[in-house]
């Protein structure tokens, strides 16, 4: 502990935990885009508000720059400390606080994993909605602050639309208890949803009260095999249009190579260009003609070429995993993501617009496509060669950028659907917010963090 300011620190906050090992300022200094070298001052591990309130009326009063921390799953640096920045990491703030069955809320703290919090609304016979693969490890205060999607988006929204009150430490160690739990709350400004995708820019949630629901009747499984990317958003259309869908999911043949090859299992013989995941509610007889009636009336068309349903929990899970393993499948190429999203009603000119482009753009690079189609949420991830430096990389993929900015420009739409914008898309975000509005953002910062010592250099300068 050379630093003098760590001592300071220890003697303001007594009994706070602090790490300082270069394993770990390597460990929580970065998230997983592997793009910059971690550099944190120190790794701060609080266990409880307090703590947190004393950290950061510290750091306020030296100015020390602060970089909230969860899962760091995330993949646009938001959770990056490359600067000597202070992580503070909510892991150990991990307890459920409370559960009230009448208003169907729970309160956790920030640092829960988000398959400890499906697990203990399961507990209760009901369910938190948000998910995603990064379950096990990513934290609900990480979503929150991210306004993380996922996979059951199209029937549940993103985390904002389950957001009941959030407890945030403010930048100089106040506490703000925002809408605690209230379904009505006209009373002015709602900072619970100003502080919902705020990337720890503008205060450190560290409780946060979330809606529970009934779980969903029992779902089916469908694979899908497509001849082509046309067909996918008719095939969508014809889905939706007979089935209560769960979740609505693409990606290429190249994508479940890599699957495959990490362990997933392809229950197809033939190899297809496209494919989709779809699950939906199959509770009845019903619903179960209602899903084959789709998939015949697809196959009639030449949309879809062939198809396997799960008649198992094992199956559908095995189902999921070409899906939900593709991160994990590809990330020893360090990937240079896009995640995109335009209107569901633009999505196939889109579509062509962006095969085009990328298509011609990218001649020597693997280029995996993926994503949660019925959201208009695409996924581009484009495979680093091995030998090829990755500056040299991230610099040819940034010219491919700049052209797919003006086309989601052109399209009204965002250069980030779910992983936020962080350090990756920051050269970007004016592709989907006006002057006027990062404007008006910078200006909020200034109000909640004058001195900008939340999450420097995240989002805007
Ligand atoms: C997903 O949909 C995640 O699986 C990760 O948002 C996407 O790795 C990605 O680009
Ligand atoms: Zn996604």
Redesign the pocket.
Known sequence: MSDPRLASLTAAVPGLHLKTAPDDLAFYGRDWTRRWTPAPLAIALPDSVAQVKAVMAWAHANGVAVVPSGGRTG?SGGAVAANGELVLSLERMNKVIEFDRVDRLMTVQAGMALEALHNVAAEHGLIYPVD??ARGSCTIGGNIATNAG??RVIRYGNTREWIAGLKVVTVSGELLELNRGLVKNSSGYDLRQLMIASEGTLGVIVEATVKLTDPPPPTNVMLLALPSFEVLMEVFAAFRERLQLEAFEFFTDLALKHTTAHGALNPFAEVYPYYVVTEYAAGDEAAEAAAMAAFEHCAGQGWVLDGVISTSVEQAQQIWRLR?G??EAVARYT?Y?N?VAVRISRMPAFLARCQSLIGGAYPHFEVVW???IGDGNL?I?VLKPDGLGQDEFVAQCEQVTKLLAQVLAEFDGSISA??GIGLVKKPYLSSTRSPVEIALMQSVKRALDPQGLLNPGKLFD
């Open positions: 993949l995603f693969a996922g996979i939900e593709i991160t990937p993501k995640d993926f994503g949660h996924h991830n779910e992983h």
